[in-house]
C-alpha cells in the first residue's frame, strides 16, 4: 500500500497567516491527490482533487500543488472556520490511503 | 441535493457481527462508486472499502480483509457494508462516501454511524 505522510502535524496560527502544510506519497502518484478539511464531530469535506483543482464551492484562498511525490496544501490567508484537521489523500491505487492529518488550531 | 445517510451503528462484542446500511439520494446511484472510511476516537481518518458502481469490483483495507463485506443494490440506492469478527480496533465512526468519478476522491459523505465493539 502507499503510504502517506504529513507535516507539520500540527501547529498554531493566527487569523491572517498564510500557512503550507506538506504531503509525500512512498511511491509516485502522478496528481492523483485529494485534500480534506474536517472539523470536530463533522463528516470530512473535499478541498481539493487531482493535487491542485479547487472543489466548487471552497474559497479561493486554498490552492494545492504538487505531482508524484510531493504535494503542497496553501491557505493564503487564515480565516477563523479554518481551523480544522487537514488530510491528504491518494486514490492512484487500491488500498487509497490517507496522510496521518494536520491539525491547524489558534495560536 | 446529494444526501448520504448511515444506518445500523451500535454496540456488539468482539467476535460479533454488524452491517452497516448508506441509504443515497440526489445523485444516479449507480454511474457512481462508493466508499466507506472510518475513523477511531481521537484518530485520523482510514480507507476502509470501495465498491464500483456495477458492484462488480470490490476493494478492501488490509486491516478488514476476509472480515468486512462491501455490496450495494442499485435498486435500493443503497449501500452495504457487512462487519464480521469485529475486533475492539474496529470501534470509530464509519462515514460512507461518494466516488466523485469511479474510484477516486470523495465529493460527498454521510454524517457517519458510530461502531462501538467491546464486552
Known amino acids: 500500500a502507499i503510504r502517506m505522510t504529513q507535516s507539520p502535524s500540527s501547529f498554531s496560527a493566527s487569523t491572517g497567516d498564510k500557512v503550507t502544510i506538506t504531503c509525500r506519497a512512498s511511491?509516485?502518484?502522478?496528481?492523483?491527490l485529494a485534500w480534506y478539511q474536517q472539523k470536530p464531530g463533522k463528516a470530512p469535506k473535499l478541498l481539493i482533487y487531482?493535487?491542485?483543482t479547487l472543489q466548487s464551492g471552497v474559497p479561493s484562498r486554498f490552492s494545492g500543488s504538487g505531482s508524484g511525490t510531493d504535494f503542497t496544501l496553501t491557505i493564503s490567508c487564515l480565516q477563523s472556520e479554518d481551523f480544522a484537521t487537514y488530510y491528504c489523500?491518494?486514490?492512484?491505487?487500491?488500498?487509497?490511503?490517507f496522510g496521518p492529518g494536520t491539525k491547524v488550531d489558534i495560536k | 441535493e446529494v444526501q448520504l445517510l448511515e444506518s445500523g451503528g451500535g454496540l456488539v462484542q468482539p467476535g460479533g457481527s454488524l452491517r452497516l446500511s448508506c441509504a443515497a439520494s440526489?445523485?444516479?446511484?449507480?454511474?457512481?462508486?462508493m466508499t466507506w472510511v472510518r475513523q477511531a476516537p481521537g484518530k485520523g481518518l482510514e480507507w476502509v472499502s470501495g465498491?464500483?458502481?456495477?458492484?462488480?469490483?470490490?476493494y478492501y483495507a488490509d486491516s478488514v480483509k476476509g472480515r468486512f463485506t462491501i455490496s450495494r443494490d442499485n435498486s435500493k440506492n443503497t449501500l452495504y457494508l457487512q462487519m464480521n469478527s469485529l475486533r475492539a480496533e474496529d470501534t470509530g465512526i464509519y462515514y460512507c462516501?461518494?466516488?466523485?468519478?469511479?474510484?477516486?476522491?470523495?465529493?460527498?459523505w454521510g454524517q457517519g454511524i458510530l461502531v462501538t465493539v467491546s464486552s
Open positions: 462516501a461518494k466516488d466523485a468519478n469511479s474510484g477516486s476522491y470523495f465529493d460527498y
Open positions: 511511491q509516485g502518484i502522478t496528481n492523483y
Open positions: 465498491i464500483s458502481g456495477s458492484g462488480g469490483s470490490a
Open positions: 487531482a493535487a491542485s
Open positions: 440526489g445523485f444516479t446511484f449507480s454511474s457512481h462508486a
Open positions: 489523500q491518494q486514490y492512484y491505487s487500491y488500498p487509497f490511503t
